[in-house]
T-cell receptor, first 111, second 110 residues
Framework: SQQGEEDPQALSIQEGENATMNCSYK?????LQWYRQNSGRGLVHLIL?????REKHSGRLRVTLDTSKKSSSLLITASRAADTASYFC???????????FGTGTRLKVLA | DAGVIQSPRHEVTEMGQEVTLRCKPI?????LFWYRQTMMRGLELLIY????????DSGMPEDRFSAKMPNASFSTLKIQPSEPRDSAVYFC????????FGPGTRLTVL
């Protein structure tokens, strides 16, 4: 079964708006990562957040982690058409770098 | 560093043929992963290696699939014989802390 489930499955917003995607997981984790995948391309690493961290920023990206709720969120501020992609969370539960990927959120940013 | 390198980028073959996918990880990374991505099943971990040793191959779907890592800079994923349901994009990734993915090999089995 999936460890991580992203919500929503699909999201469509206007350029300039913020996009929030959520990831829920079932078992305790060591690390959680967010990736972006453009259509037909490989996955690009965005942010890694460790279990003892609550928030991380990278440019227009903000990731939060709530281990009590077993959830994480990815916020993209001031979205651009180029942010159109699928976004995945991936969790490492054993500290062995064996990441299990969620089902992804398909984000569409309309110009 | 050039990142994770995979070859070929596209492979079209006929059912029953042997397929070999290749991966060169990022230098210095101790872990190497093989994934398969399909619309139906999403991204699935097939097998991963640590210091060239297979650690977990529980995701390998059948005995038709095999993977090797003869040295720290090269790994192969082999399918023999291939079947149409093996059609997918196969990704290799390497990591220390963070996983970096290759561009993938799009496999089509006719």
């Amino acid at each position: 079964s999936q460890q991580g489930e992203e919500d929503p499955q699909a999201l469509s917003i206007q350029e300039g708006e913020n996009a929030t995607m959520n990831c829920s997981y079932k078992t305790s984790i060591n690390n959680l990562q967010w990736y972006r995948q453009n259509s037909g391309r490989g996955l690009v690493h965005l942010i890694l957040i460790r279990s003892n961290e609550r928030e991380k920023h990278s440019g227009r990206l903000r990731v939060t982690l709530d281990t009590s709720k077993k959830s994480s969120s990815l916020l993209i501020t001031a979205s651009r058409a180029a942010d159109t992609a699928s976004y995945f969370c991936a969790t490492d539960t054993s500290g062995t770098y064996k990441y299990i990927f969620g089902t992804g959120t398909r984000l569409k940013v309309l110009a | 560093d050039a990142g994770v390198i995979q070859s070929p980028r596209h492979e079209v073959t006929e059912m029953g043929q042997e397929v070999t996918l290749r991966c060169k990880p990022i230098s210095g990374h101790d872990y190497l992963f093989w994934y398969r991505q399909t619309m139906m099943r999403g991204l699935e971990l097939l097998i991963y290696f640590n210091n060239n040793v297979p650690i977990d191959d529980s995701g390998m779907p059948e005995d038709r699939f095999s993977a090797k890592m003869p040295n720290a800079s090269f790994s192969t994923l082999k399918i023999q014989p291939s079947e149409p349901r093996d059609s997918a994009v196969y990704f290799c990734a390497s990591s220390g802390d963070t996983q970096y993915f290759g561009p993938g090999t799009r496999l089509t089995v006719l």
